[in-house]
């Protein structure tokens, strides 16, 4: 849901967005955007408990 708004502020901005750019241009609140990102930060963790972990650039493999 959130995803498809914050994602593509980020990835133009290097992940690097400051939090007022970052409600400005998704129109999220900042309670929002902090849940959603919880949320991802959550659901990373899963996926690297039951697939294994990766390296940066390594496209998924360890």
Avoid: Y
């Avoid at 849901?1 to 939090?19: F, I, R, T, Y």
């Avoid at 959550?42 to 972990?53: D, I, K, P, S, T």
Wanted: proline share 3%; with cysteine; charged share 30%.
């Amino acid at each position: 849901m959130m995803g498809g708004k914050d994602c593509p502020v980020a990835v133009l901005h290097s992940g690097k967005v400051a939090e007022k750019e970052l409600v400005t241009e998704t129109g999220l609140s900042p309670e929002q955007i902090e849940r959603a990102l919880t949320w991802h930060n959550l659901e990373a963790e899963r996926w690297r408990q039951r697939f294994g972990g990766w390296k940066h650039g390594s496209e998924g493999e360890q």
